[in-house]
């Protein structure tokens, strides 16, 4: 495990207007894990890079995408192929958004669009679980802050998840399978210059679901709590014996 990495899975890009001023997915979640750079790795597997061995990775983050789920793409077919075998060695696994609902995928769950539309915004997320029993969730609040953007949802979890966080628009905002593999879908990586920025993309997405985006603006909070997850799991990868 000496010279093992924490890999990031690079699913997508973000909007191009946000890079140049924000940067991507995996710098948000580079820098919420709070890892030395030299043990992060990037695999961009929508642009056909092979994954890692497994004796080569001591924790993957899948992140989130603009393609869907239920598109099937090839690269998202291997990684979902890919997924069991992180499981069954017990190598941390954390999936956000798209990677949350691909482990879902992987394990035997349904993946759909959500019947109510787009989640977006600052949402209360509320735990549903004893969190002291949880690597990940341990002793967090019962209630806490996240940022939301995704249109598709696990419509079912596997029968081997457990479910972790939820709240009235996301009966599935967080699940666990065994003991180190966790699928979350609101953003544990965003900031509120980059839930903004979705929001002003998003826009007509956002009143086609029958919400005003002047308020879902008004209620961008800091998210904290939600943050901390990242730095926790890069703990959890870089102590793994």
Known sequence: MKNSKIVIIKTGETFPSII????????WIAR???????????VNV????????LDAVKGVVIAGSHAMVTQNHDWSLELEGWIPELIRENIPLLGICYGHQLIAKAMGGVVDFHPRGIEIGT?????VMPRD?????????????????HSQTIIKLPESAVLVAKNDF????????????????FHPESDIPILKAYIENLTQAIVDSGQDPSLVLDGVEET?????????????ASDRP
């Open 20 to 27: 140049p001023v924000l940067g991507d997915f995996e710098d």
């Open 32 to 42: 919420g894990l709070e890892q030395p750079s030299h043990d992060i790795q990037v």
């Open 170 to 185: 996301e009966p599935h905002h967080a699940f666990r399978i065994g003991s180190s593999a966790w699928g979350v879908q």
């Open 224 to 236: 904290p709590i939600a943050f901390k997850l990242l730095k926790r799991f890069g703990s959890l």
């Open 123 to 127: 949402a209360d997320i509320d735990c």
């Open 133 to 149: 029993g949880d690597q990940l969730f341990n002793n967090l609040p019962p209630r806490f802050k996240a940022h939301v953007f």
């Open 46 to 53: 929508e642009a056909s890079q092979p994954l890692p061995l």
